[in-house]
């Protein structure tokens, strides 16, 4: 069985730099990780035997206990940035800089007047992150979801991880049902997820069946299952190598390699030996 693995696959810049800034801390026990820093549990599970304090996703309401909070790369409101600082804590923020453009790009659609539509999953941190500092927003997953809003002037920005086509769809669906409105579009899709995406794309006319490395919770690994399931192609989600049953494989002459853009450079090797030291 041959393997072939996706040109663009694995940890973003935006993680990378997150973990570089974990790295340099010298006293893990002292700082809250204020969330998960990715949606990775292999990183995870690192980060809590190095001694840092995590708070759960669904859990940020109460107040860390350490002093240093660690922002993770899927950032957080303004309001909560505020909560936490009037509560005395330091925050170390590792918000990635394309979150970062998301929420500008929303807060000035804000200020012009605009209603909100963010193109993403409700209740993902990020989005979270970005409504929260909304007075008038709805999240839109899929194109079912779009109606016809009471609002003259509707700007839409998407989640930094969702797909380009989803966003497309959306897009047209929001113009065909609102056509008297003034609609303004940002696209604040990061360039990492649109590189990983078209990356697999090259691969999915190619192979018998494609491999997704990444955590059950991240939403890019998610959308690139999606996209493999969408052309015809069968969509193996694992976390790691120790996860891959050869059976699965029965048959494949080519099987593709692609990994979430939170998971770790040796994940990716470790599941493409394994890979071909399958024998079918
Ligand atoms: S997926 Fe994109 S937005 Fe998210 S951390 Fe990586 S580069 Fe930044």
Redesign the pocket.
């Known amino acids: 069985m041959e393997v072939v693995t996706a040109e663009v696959a694995g940890m ?4 990378r730099d ?1 973990l570089a800034a974990l790295a340099e801390i010298d006293h893990p026990e002292r700082v809250t990780i204020f969330g998960e820093l ?1 949606h990775n549990p292999i990183v995870s599970d690192r980060l809590a035997r190095r001694g840092f304090v995590t708070t759960g996703e669904n859990d940020r309401e109460r107040l860390p206990e350490t002093d240093i909070v660690l922002i993770t ?2 950032g957080v409101s303004d309001r909560e940035r505020n909560r936490l600082r009037s509560a005395g804590k330091t925050l170390v923020d590792t918000t ?4 970062v453009n ?1 929420h500008r790009a929303a807060i000035a659609l804000r200020d012009r007047g605009f209603h909100l539509l963010v193109v993403g999953r409700p209740g993902h941190v ?1 989005v979270r992150g970005i409504v929260e500092d909304l007075p008038s927003f709805d999240v839109i997953e899929r194109v079912e979801d779009v109606q016809t809003y009471p609002h003259y002037k509707l700007g839409i920005i998407c989640q ?2 969702a797909r380009a086509s989803d966003v497309a769809a959306i897009r047209t669906a929001v113009a065909e049902r609102n056509p008297s409105a003034e609609i303004e579009f940002v696209d604040t899709v ?4 649109k590189e990983h995406q078209r990356s697999l794309e090259n691969l999915l006319t190619r192979v018998d069946a494609m491999v997704v490395v990444g955590g059950p919770n991240s939403n ?1 690994t998610r959308e690139l299952v999606k996209l493999c399931e969408e052309r015809g192609v069968r969509a193996i989600r694992v976390q790691s190598a120790a996860e891959l049953d050869p059976e699965w494989f029965q048959g494949a002459r080519l099987v593709g390699l692609t990994a979430g ?2 998971t770790l450079d040796e994940t990716i090797a470790e599941v493409r030996e394994a890979l071909q030291s399958i024998n079918m």
């Open positions: 973003c810049f935006g993680v997150a990715v790369a899927h990635c800089p394309l979150v998301a990020e930094t991880t990061c360039r990492p997820t890019n853009t939170s």
